[in-house]
């Protein structure tokens, strides 16, 4: 049975994205990956109020919890602290000249998914008292969602309109990250960190390795391909 809780604000959160859009400078490796998120952020939270989610309170709060991940990157970096292992490549090359947008959009969709989303799940189900099953099919219903968004920011950010070359890169490069495939692996991680929750050794070894293999990854994604398109 599905606790009832008040629906947490999301309208801070997008605030506070809103208040960033307009801070960072338009071509920085952040601001691209915070303009794509308060996106989803705002798709998100106009969904709540139809029929697209069964526990519209558990998604609200996962996505509060979720995005409070990233912002406590935001706030490290503003305070000339470093981020953790998952957001440092994309902290430490936001502004390299020879990285594409749509890679500092890819780099962070990889870190936040990748380690940040599962151990949101695990501690969305640790507030409310429920295994991460009760939650599972409004975070695959999410998934419509962002497969969609995914697919709308690589049309806007890739080059065009003529097609690219297949052994370009920049293609090699967006083509080897998949949010489906991505968000599918943060799933099997949920389960393996719920499952080691009671043992916290066991458990702080794992996120510890998650965050440094998708530091590894990120780093890979952010690999320079060539200058930025001009505007």
Same mark, same amino acid.
């Given at each position: 049975?599905?606790?009832?809780?008040?629906?947490?604000?999301?309208?801070?959160?997008?605030?506070?994205?809103?208040?960033?859009?307009?801070?960072?400078?338009?071509?920085?490796?952040?601001?691209?990956?915070?303009?794509?998120?308060?996106?989803?952020?705002?798709?998100?939270?106009?969904?709540?109020?139809?029929?697209?989610?069964?526990?519209?309170?558990?998604?609200?709060?996962?996505?509060?919890?979720?995005?409070?991940?990233?912002?406590?990157?935001?706030?490290?970096? @503003?305070? +000339?602290?470093? $981020?953790?292992?998952?957001?440092? &490549? !994309?902290?430490? =090359?936001?502004?390299?000249?020879? /990285?594409?947008?749509?890679?500092?959009?890819?780099?962070?969709?990889?870190?936040?998914?990748?380690?940040?989303?599962?151990?949101?799940?695990?501690?969305?189900?640790?507030?409310?008292?429920?295994?991460?099953?009760?939650?599972?099919?409004?975070?695959?219903?999410?998934?419509?969602?962002?497969?969609?968004?995914?697919?709308?920011?690589?049309?806007?950010? @890739?080059? +065009?309109?003529? $097609?690219?070359?297949?052994?370009? &890169? !920049?293609?090699? =490069?967006?083509?080897?990250?998949? /949010?489906?495939?991505?968000?599918?692996?943060?799933?099997?991680?949920?389960?393996?960190?719920?499952?080691?929750?009671?043992?916290?050794?066991?458990?702080r070894a794992?996120?510890?390795?998650?965050?440094?293999?998708?530091?590894?990854?990120?780093?890979?994604?952010?690999?320079?391909?060539?200058?930025?398109?001009?505007h």
């Amino acid at each position: 049975m599905v606790v009832q809780v008040e629906v947490p604000p999301l309208d801070g959160v997008v605030a506070r994205l809103r208040e960033l859009d307009g801070r960072l400078p338009p071509g920085d490796g952040v601001a691209v990956f915070n303009r794509m998120y308060l996106t989803v952020t705002e798709e998100i939270r106009d969904r709540l109020a139809g029929p697209c989610f069964g526990d519209p309170a558990a998604v609200a709060e996962l996505d509060v919890v979720f995005a409070g991940r990233y912002l406590t990157a935001v706030d490290a970096d @503003l305070a +000339g602290q470093r $981020p953790t292992p998952c957001w440092r &490549p !994309l902290f430490s =090359l936001r502004a390299h000249p020879h /990285i594409h947008p749509v890679q500092f959009a890819l780099a962070g969709m990889n870190a936040h998914i990748e380690l940040d989303l599962p151990l949101a799940v695990v501690e969305t189900c640790r507030r409310r008292s429920c295994p991460p099953e009760a939650l599972a099919a409004d975070y695959h219903r999410i998934n419509e969602v962002l497969a969609a968004l995914e697919a709308r920011v690589r049309e806007q950010l @890739l080059p +065009g309109p003529d $097609p690219l070359d297949a052994a370009d &890169p !920049l293609v090699h =490069l967006a083509g080897s990250w998949s /949010i489906e495939r991505a968000r599918d692996a943060a799933w099997a991680s949920v389960l393996a960190l719920w499952g080691l929750r009671r043992l916290r050794p066991a458990y702080r070894a794992l996120a510890a390795a998650l965050d440094d293999s998708v530091g590894m990854v990120g780093r890979y994604l952010l690999t320079p391909v060539g200058g930025r398109p001009s505007h």
